[in-house]
């Protein structure tokens, strides 16, 4: 059974970075596509980026565009999310999630399997 921990979080001005980290344990880490949703309070759970299980293509909320970026290191386990420019609007619960999902770039949070336990990010204006 894979495992997810986020790390990374916290509390920034706007405009500034935030770098998030997922490490994941189980040695089926390279097989699951890697996404990271996020939930503010009061909303629902949405979908902000994804990595192939293969790292080829990334995907990602408009949102976020040119903004985010995601990348993986399959030999540490670890998925990362870049986070630039950030914006109040930013503010959520981050959520690392895995997938085994035929689809090559899963967007849907029901074809993740696996869940972290979230990590708070917090942009202040």
């Known amino acids: 059974q894979v495992r997810l921990v986020e790390s990374g979080g916290g509390l920034v001005q706007a405009g500034g970075s935030l770098r998030l980290s997922c490490a994941a344990s189980?040695?089926?880490?390279?097989?699951?596509?890697m996404g990271w949703f996020r939930q503010a309070p009061g909303k629902e759970r949405e979908f902000v980026i994804g990595?192939?299980?293969?790292?080829?293509?990334?995907y990602y909320a408009d949102s976020v565009k040119g903004r985010f970026t995601i990348s993986r290191d399959n030999a540490k386990n670890t998925v990362y999310l870049q986070m630039n420019s950030l914006k109040p609007e930013d503010t959520a619960v981050y959520y690392c999630?895995?997938?085994?999902?035929?689809?090559?770039?899963?967007?849907?949070?029901?074809?993740?399997?696996?869940w972290g336990q979230g990590t708070q990010v917090t942009v202040s204006s």
């Open positions: 990595i192939t299980w293969r790292g080829d293509s990334t």
């Open positions: 999630a895995g997938s085994t999902s035929t689809s090559y770039r899963p967007t849907s949070l029901r074809l993740y399997d696996l």
């Open positions: 189980g040695r089926t880490f390279s097989r699951y596509a």
